[in-house]
């Protein structure tokens, strides 16, 4: 009689746990990676507007009709490589060139666009070959402050998805060389998002003690959004952007010393 021959093998219980502890296992990993790609986005934000501001602010400072020109995607992209040191983009990929030009005034997937210029990181820049125009959302703006670019940046390039307001966020750049982050009409993300980017304004207020004249830093707001920190400022004025605030009387007088001061995120890197 032939001996039976039983093979172990594992039980119904024990495949159903082992399988309910690799979900919570992948669980776990998809949401510490989302976090960290979610936080890489928002450094890369920052240095996507100081990159934009330092640029427009020199560029203005050496135009002799202290406006932006109208060709800015050449100025830009050789003056990237001077801030590579400060914000870690590693300099400009000089391929696609700026020659590329396109219509992105519908588009929401950025994924299968050519970008105009690529920094070493991995940011894509979008729309620089632009001629500048009105634009609306600035509407009450006069003059430089309502004419110039719409730039689009992909924040996170290849890792991403190229979606509009979820990697890839466009800023005004107005011909008086003003950054003025966008947000989607009707929802928050970019420029009235605090989970973007944060803000504060601060003011001198002058005061004399004892016949001593004083100067005083006062935060008006601490850690909010573009939009209501540039709004309460007067920075921007456009009733169409600033929706939900106005100027503080604080900021009102031709005097007044309102200063605008992006928060610096800490950096993270995503392996």
Known sequence: MEKLHFKKAYTLAEVVI??????????????????????????????????????????????????????????????INLYNKTLKIQGV??????SYSHSITTVTEFDKLVPNLVTGNGMRFFHLNALPTVIPQLNGEEGNNLNGFTIY?????ERGNGELYNDVYPFYLTLSGKVIPAYPVGSTAGGNSKSTMLFSVRYDELTNEAGIDKRNEIWLVKSV???????????????????????????????????LVPLKPIKYMVR
Not at 93 to 98: A, F, M
């Open 18 to 79: 082992t399988m309910v502890v690799l979900a919570i296992i992948i669980s776990v990993t998809m949401k510490i990676t989302t976090t960290k790609i979610k936080r890489v986005d928002k450094y890369n934000y920052y240095a996507a507007y100081t990159l934009l501001s330092d640029i427009a602010s020199e560029l203005v400072f050496e135009s002799s009709t202290s406006a932006l020109p109208d060709n800015i995607c050449s100025e830009f992209t050789d003056r």
């Open 225 to 259: 959004s573009f939009q209501e920190a540039a709004c309460k400022s007067g920075y921007v004025k456009s009733p169409t952007y600033c929706i939900g605030f106005a100027i503080d009387a604080n900021c009102s007088a031709p005097s007044s010393d309102c200063i």
């Open 93 to 98: 990929e000089r391929t696609p060139s700026c």
């Open 153 to 157: 940046v992909d924040l996170n390039g």
